[in-house]
């Protein structure tokens, strides 16, 4: 089971994709496996391809609905608190991924200003860089390679903060995506009953204890308590969750050459309908609570 949001890659799409590009020295990389430890890339890490979220959509005959998103010219409202501006800013990198999913390039332009403006606003206009091809359809490019970037270019920004003692404002960013995409995946449950997106909204339970704990480092910082405490009623809600792992067969398989054991699990996850509307209520009250 994949540990992330299958629209956590659009993320990597969007925001990642303003990020300008640089050379990794040793101070970076030393600076990158702080990032590691602190728990950064655990909220990253391991995103599908483009082709399976689109194969989702595809599936359950999702329709583009602009209605779902946090409207982009409400950006200026947030770009008087940093704390604010980054939750926001991973809201829309999420918002501008869903477009893009869709090649709705017109809505991923908005979304990309929204992003813009709330970067200034926090003065980090080194990372606005966009790549012209973005918009191009015909360019949407590599996701895998785009899933590195996210790595590599989020971790630049929290080494960059770092400097300032502003790094929790990368982490923020990322949990605004994280709630922004089990949003959307709650939403697109209420159209369609679907068990694969029940099992998408139930995996976050573990992810969930990880933002907490790297949010409680960062407590001291303006809006972290309130969003832990927001934060701490949806863990209560996942409580009843059950995710358990069940072995399967091994089996031997040719791997450049030389034959190797494979061994396959299964992640089994129960949500009761119960749990499930508990989860979504606070879902969209703490949404409602960051993009007011």
Known sequence: MKKIAFLLIAYSCSLLTLLAQGEYDDAFMECLSQF??????????????????????????????????????????????DERAALNAGVYAIN????????????????????????????MKEYMTLKKHFFNPSQIGDT????????????RIFCSLKKERRQHLTLLMLTGAWLESVYIESKLHDQKKSQEILRHIGSKKNILSQILLILDIYKSKPGVRELIANLRDLEKAYANVKVSVKQGESRMVERNGELVVEES????????????????????RIRNRIIR
Request: proline fraction near 2%; charge should be neutral.
């Open 265 to 284: 699990t299964e992640t089994i996850i129960e949500v009761s309908d119960q749990n499930l509307k508990r989860i979504k209520e606070i879902i969209v």
């Open 144 to 155: 895998q390679e785009l899933s590195r970037l996210a790595q590599m270019n989020i971790a």
């Open 96 to 123: 501008l991924g869903y477009a893009h999913v869709y090649r709705k390039f017109g809505d991923v332009q908005k979304y990309s200003e929204a992003v813009r403006l709330l970067l200034k606003s926090m003065n």
């Open 36 to 81: 590691e430890q602190v728990g950064g890339n655990d909220i990253i890490l391991t995103v599908p391809s483009s082709n399976e979220i689109e194969g989702i959509f595809k599936k359950y005959k999702f329709e583009y609905d602009a209605n779902l998103l946090n409207d982009p010219d409400k950006s200026y409202k947030y770009n008087y608190q």
